[in-house]
């Protein structure tokens, strides 16, 4: 029997508790301290916490495909690799089969995680992708511009702000002063139920992604 695979989407959703606490003590420290606690230094807060959480999602996403290379089980059974019966015998074997000689590989893009599972694993009997992959492809444009959001946060270039103020049109209609996520991420989301910041719909979503993969 194939063993199960462990529970990611559930150390992805505490890392984000933890990191989005941290938020929220800056936000009740500034109440208490306004004079030290300026916006710009909490919107710093809201990016931190916003790397912490898509760091999260990448180890998340290497960590599940990893293991399916292995053999592990999802709930919707085993992953068949495109050679059968050809599962790696360790996560080691996994992880030298994926990087293929480089250093290390890349799991933040959408297209790129895609074309991955398309070069290891095969389409399901029923002619469906893998798991990952279909739940990767049909939510491909907001996990790019959920991207584009660490891009800015950890580049200065003209290209990143660009990719940026195209991901908080995308998701929030609008463009924000310098092109700063922070500013964005402690932003409210008009379309949510109750209202809830950019940053607390995008642990939403990740999170939500994640356990569809496990």
Sequence with gaps: MPRQLPRFDKELVAEARMAHSVVLSGERAKILSRSDWTPKKIEYLYELAYLRLFAAWETTIESVFLRMMCGHSTRFGQTERLTVGTYCRSLRDAEMAVLAG??????????????????????RRIGAPPIMEAIISSHRARLDAWAAIRHRIVHEQNDARVRFDQASTMFAGRTYPASRPGKFLKDFDGRSTPPQTWIETAISELSGLASQMV
């Excluded at 480089?102 to 959408?110: C, D, F, P, S």
Aim: charged share 20%; proline share 0%; net charge positive.
């Design 102 to 123: 480089n250093r290390y590989v890349l799991w933040h893009n959408a297209g790129i995680i895609v074309q991955r599972c398309q070069n290891h694993f095969r389409r």
